[in-house]
């Protein structure tokens, strides 16, 4: 899984002019899926991210995670998160996994948030989604699961 994550003082997502999902301080999330990817992966990665210290205390350090600070979650899918570039000048998505795998872990994940106590809104997975953020630093790091488990 590659998560990319941005702190956000806000975000909101919209399908087809409605907004469908809207938060206030906390984590703006794209969420990639490979083929290798499980449940296990999913857990460890919600984890990390829910107990990242990369929010300010008292003396503006980054002190804090999302659950010191009760932060909310805007969970996006994003299977382009795995393009590959390497050969000409269209992208290649092979490397992302089929919507029969990406799709349940995608649900999986922002349920696991849910039960971790994390309010999480979501988008539609497949939608084309407009999503807007207010990036808070701007403060934005990639999760990879190959590069961190």
């Known amino acids: 899984m590659r998560l990319l994550v941005q702190r956000v003082k806000n975000s909101n997502v919209v399908v087809e002019g409605k907004t469908i999902g809207e938060i206030g ?3 703006m999330v794209l969420l990639g899926v490979a083929p290798t990817d499980t449940k296990e992966t999913a857990d460890f990665l ?3 991210l829910i107990n990242l210290r990369v929010f300010e205390d008292e003396n503006e350090k980054l002190n804090l995670s999302l659950m010191d600070i009760k932060g909310e979650i805007l969970s996006i899918s994003q ?9 000409g000048r269209r992208p290649s998505f092979l490397d992302a996994a089929k919507p029969e795998i990406s799709k349940p872990l995608y649900e999986y994940f922002n349920k696991a948030l849910e039960n971790a106590g994390v309010h999480t ?3 539609i997975f497949g939608a084309m989604m407009k999503v807007s953020l207010i990036n808070d630093g701007p403060t934005t790091i990639i999760l990879d699961s190959k590069e961190i488990i």
């Open 25 to 27: 301080q906390g984590f």
């Open 46 to 48: 919600v984890q990390k």
């Open 79 to 87: 299977f382009t998160l795995y393009a590959n570039c390497k050969k």
């Open 121 to 123: 809104e979501t988008g």
